[in-house]
């Protein structure tokens, strides 16, 4: 079954401070789709990253990184000098991508919410 | 522009009061889907269809059905609002292929069941 845990439920941090938000995920699929998306208190959520289980290069945009390790089977979000700008609940999620089962559907973690303080 | 469009933002429905909710887009994306966030909860599936077969996820409430006219639309039908129905309702577009694109969110419609 696919499962995606997200631990941190909730991270407070001081503005200009590093941050990196945990997503670990289950899956016995050889090929999925794992993706960040940031919802502000707006309600819309927002695309971030999309990453293919082929592709286990590091990420970098801007102040933002994502750090994909198969080994662990985790897909790790690092921003770096955080700001107000950046509170929000942070979810991480997983889709197959192989077969009749592949529909695109995602399999949310629980979300992490940040706070970032002036 | 924004290109997954949901209405209206905010519905007010009274208990048993059949509502519909509805969303566009402009991606041409063949397949569109219905989660349900309620609060300090991740999105939860309800149903999506791909081009035009629906697929219902099995614990999916008989109460809620879903219609696609056309590629570009597909509304939400809650047939006898309760209490518990109160949430986030968010459409959402992809476009499923040997190669899946991310998925693109409306701003979503918060019901509130009185």
């Known amino acids: 079954a696919q499962k995606v845990t997200q631990a941190q439920t909730e991270i407070s941090v001081v503005e200009k401070e590093d941050v990196t938000l945990d997503c670990v995920y289950e899956?016995?699929?050889?090929?999925?789709?794992l993706f960040w998306y940031k919802q502000p208190p707006s309600g819309e959520l927002v695309f971030l990253i999309r990453r293919n289980s082929f592709d286990e290069q590091n990420e970098i945009s801007g102040r933002y990184s994502w750090n994909f390790q198969k080994s662990t089977s985790s897909f790790n979000f690092t921003i770096t000098a955080s700001q107000v700008v950046d509170s929000a609940v942070y979810f991480c999620?997983?889709?197959?991508?192989?077969?009749?089962?592949?529909?695109?559907?995602?399999?949310f973690g629980q979300g992490t919410t940040l706070q970032v303080k002036p | 522009d924004a290109m997954v469009i949901q209405n209206p933002r905010y519905q007010v429905t009274q208990f048993g009061k059949p509502v519909t909710l509805s969303c566009s887009q402009t991606l041409n994306h063949n397949v569109m889907y219905w989660y349900q966030q309620k609060s300090s909860q991740a999105p939860k599936l309800l149903f999506h269809?791909?081009?035009?077969?629906?697929?219902n996820e099995a614990d999916t409430p008989d109460n809620f059905q879903s219609r696609r006219p056309n590629t570009s639309f597909c509304f939400l039908d809650i047939r006898s609002p309760g209490l518990g129905d109160a949430a986030m309702y968010l459409c959402a577009t992809s476009r499923v292929t040997a190669v899946n694109t991310e998925a693109f969110f409306g701003q979503g419609t918060r019901l509130t069941v009185v």
């Open positions: 269809y791909y081009d035009k077969d629906f697929n």
């Open positions: 899956t016995r699929d050889t090929t999925y789709y």
């Open positions: 999620a997983l889709s197959e991508a192989l077969g009749s089962s592949n529909t695109g559907k995602l399999i």
